[in-house]
C-alpha cells in the first residue's frame, strides 16, 4: 500500500530535508520545542513523521521536493 502524504506534508519534509529519511525525521524533530503550544502544527508534524516511519529509505529518496522547495522560495 502506498502512503499519501498531504501537500503540507510534502512541504514540512522539503523544509526540513536532509540527505536521508531518518536525518530528515531528526531535524523535523528538533521544532518540536518552539511549536508546543500550535495544536495545528503539532498535528502536521506528527501526522508527518508517523507516514515517514512507514517510508523505506528508497521511497523516500523517490519523492520530489523540488516542486514544494520552489514555491516556499517564491513565499519567501
Do not use: G, H, W
Not at 523535523?28 to 516511519?53: C, G, Q, W, Y
Amino acid at each position: 500500500m502506498k502512503l499519501r502524504f498531504e501537500e503540507d506534508e510534502y512541504f514540512l519534509m522539503a523544509m526540513f530535508q536532509k540527505e536521508n529519511r531518518m536525518k530528515t525525521m531528526q531535524e523535523i524533530r528538533r521544532i518540536f520545542p518552539f511549536i508546543k503550544e500550535d495544536a495545528e502544527m503539532l498535528s502536521l508534524v506528527n501526522s508527518t513523521l508517523s507516514k515517514m516511519e512507514r517510508l523505506t529509505d528508497q521511497e523516500f529518496l523517490a519523492i520530489d521536493f523540488e516542486e514544494y522547495r520552489q514555491e516556499i522560495m517564491e513565499e519567501l
